[in-house]
């Protein structure tokens, strides 16, 4: 069994079934474009949507970052300026290669809080609320509940989920980020069953970014006994790295009137 989050490694013998997929650039980034109808979803396993693959390997920060903000505003859309987004970082921060989702929400000034001031009109900020979830085993909730129950109460625009994926192509592992408008399913990659974090289970858009940091060896190879999953030597390096470029494209994205060093004034 193909065991992945991406939608690009799927999409070589689908694409007149439902299927759509386009190669772009952006910012001298790799861009590759994937749309799934229903027909493509039964098919390729993934739900309806569309999927973004930037190819960020040996690339600037900066440029990446810029890539992943200017699809974000896409997928974002038509959801106003002003209106209220949920950013959360899944995943097990006790984890390296799970660690994407909490290393990347803290990188993430939350400035919900500040909405009735002046100064706050005055910049044309949009209020965001930044959570991380953690993992059941630590908290004995599933992570769509848990953030079900607070969009409920806080009725956001969108939901922006960061969590680490799995991939069955080495050339992709650690190098790529993909953005959805299909929603998560936590652990889905590596044989989790948790709840799907989708806009049908969440009632507002759900935005998923993630880069694969692990492989299942049973996807690539039948001579795995039992499941191992395998990840680079320099997880830590590759986590950071993409922590950086994923929480600047979302605040390029959500507050781009805020300067670096202003972001970094209001990360508590």
Not at 64 to 85: F, I, N, R, S, T
Not at 147 to 156: G, H, M
Request: hydrophobic share 40%.
């Amino acid at each position: 069994m193909k065991r992945t989050d991406l939608a690009v490694e799927l999409t070589t013998e689908t694409e007149q079934k439902g299927v759509s997929l386009t190669d772009a650039e952006y910012e001298g980034i790799k861009v590759t474009d994937v749309t799934v109808a229903k027909q493509g979803a039964a098919l390729i396993g993934k739900p309806a949507g569309r999927y973004i693959t930037l190819h960020c390997e040996d690339q600037d920060k900066y440029r990446c970052a810029l890539a992943l903000a200017h699809y974000l505003e896409e997928l974002l859309k038509p959801a106003a300026k002003w209106e209220q987004v949920m950013v959360a970082g899944l995943g097990n921060e006790s984890i390296t290669p799970d660690s994407l989702g909490a290393k990347t929400v803290r990188r993430i000034p939350a400035t919900a809080h500040l909405a009735q001031t002046e100064e706050f009109s005055q910049l044309g900020l949009r209020p965001v609320v930044v959570l991380e979830t953690g993992v059941m085993a630590q908290t004995g909730i599933e992570s769509t509940d848990r953030l079900k129950y607070i969009a409920d109460s806080l009725l956001p625009a969108a939901v922006i989920a960061v969590d680490s994926l799995a991939c069955t192509d080495f050339s992709r592992l650690g190098t790529t980020i993909q953005l959805t408008d299909s929603g998560i399913a936590p652990g889905s990659g590596v044989g989790g069953s948790r709840k799907p974090l989708n806009s049908a289970v969440m009632g507002t858009k759900v935005i998923a970014v993630g880069v694969p940091t692990v492989i299942d060896l049973d996807s690539i190879t039948d001579e795995a006994e039992g499941a191992m999953m395998v990840t680079p030597r320099d997880i830590d390096v590759i986590i950071r790295r993409h922590a950086e470029i994923i929480s600047l494209g979302i605040n390029s994205a959500l507050n781009p009137t805020l300067s670096p060093a202003e972001i970094e004034q209001l990360i508590f």
